[in-house]
Structures are given as C-alpha cells and as structure tokens.
C-alpha cells in the first residue's frame, strides 16, 4: 500500500514571527538558515528527546502537560518550545482552531483527558476515547511545528495509562500512515478509531 499525498499547511504569519524573512526556515537556536540542514538539524534533537521520553514519560492529566512534552521535545531547537501558537493555521484547506479560540479548546480537551482517565476502563471504550482526544487535539492544533510528534507521544502515554501499547509509527508502516492522516486532516473518528484497533497492544 502506498503513502497517500496531503497539502501543506498555510500560515497567516505576514511579520515572519516563526520564520526567517522571506524563507520558510523557522527560526531556531542554531541560527541555521538551510532549508535542508534546518530540517536535519531538528531530527536529530527531537529523535534523542523522543527516545528520552520512551523511558521517562511525561504523564498527561491536562493540556499542561502536552505543554511540557512539547517543550521537552523541542527545547534544543525553538525558543518557543512548549509555548500556544500565534499563528492561525490551515492544511488541504481545512482551518485548525483559531487562536482566539484557545481558551474553550483548552477547555474542552481537558474535559475529554479527565472523561478519558475516569471512564476508558474497557478496551472498546480505550479506543473510543482515544480516537476523539487525537481528533480534538489535532483541531486544536496549539503548536506552530511539532504538533504531530506531539500528539503522537500525548496518544502513546494516555495508552500505557491504561496498560497499553498504543505507539503510532506513520514512518514504518503506510496502512498506519493512511489511517493517521485520514483520520486526523479529515477529523475522522471512525478511521481514528480503526487506527487505534489495529495499533492497541497489550
């Protein structure tokens, strides 16, 4: 099976906040401006902070918390690691939550993560609670870069929670990659939860 192709993300960011003038580089603390070496770079952090997380997770109880695993992922690359976005942002079209907007998304996400902790006792209902937390998370969007390995590791540590294996890895297989991204840019529940099926171990 092969990768499906998606649009890339638009942002309404006419001061160049995030980026170096007139590049799509972002800034970062190296100060490297290479599209291609900028790109390496990051990996290359973030990969030793994801691995560091593998062995000591950061519990998520509230969005506080994926705050904190953001800014640990990619505190060696942004200084605005961990921080909300201050930017709208789009892909294929489709608008994430606005930035005026935060608060009740806040809100409403730390409702789903409370309901999720308190209620997902079953396998059905671990799957069922997932798939919409990663659906409002990924509406919600909060981060200018880094949103997806985020919630990737947010998905990861509400599973082992539970006593789960709940890793999603788009990069190693493209059925994982198809449902994520299906799922997610389509804000598609029932793929998400197809997603969770297949990838939930115990």
């Not at 671990?126 to 969007?141: C, G, S």
Request: hydrophobic share 35%.
């Amino acid at each position: 099976m092969d990768k499906k192709s998606y649009e890339s993300y638009e942002y309404i960011d006419p001061d160049s906040l995030y980026t170096y003038k007139n590049s799509i580089v972002l800034k970062n603390k190296q100060g490297i401006t290479d599209p291609e070496k900028a790109s390496h770079n990051e990996h290359i952090l973030t990969t030793k902070r994801v691995l560091d997380l593998s062995l000591n997770p950061i519990m998520v109880n509230s969005v506080k918390d994926i705050l904190k695993i953001h800014h640990y992922i990619f505190q060696d690359s942004y200084e605005w690691a961990g921080e909300f976005r201050q930017v709208n942002v789009s892909k294929s079209g489709n608008a994430f939550l606005p930035i005026q907007s935060f608060e009740s998304g806040q809100a409403y996400l730390n409702s789903l993560i409370k309901d999720f902790h308190n209620n997902a006792n079953s396998r059905k209902e671990i799957v069922r609670h997932l798939a919409k937390i990663l659906d409002n998370l990924n509406y919600f969007h909060p981060f200018r870069e880094g949103n997806g390995r985020t919630q990737r590791e947010v998905i990861r540590v509400l599973a082992l929670s539970k006593g789960y294996i709940g890793q999603i890895a788009p990069e190693m297989d493209s059925e994982i990659y198809n449902l994520y991204m299906d799922g997610t840019v389509c804000g598609d529940i029932p793929t998400l939860e197809k997603l969770f099926n297949k990838i939930l171990k115990n």
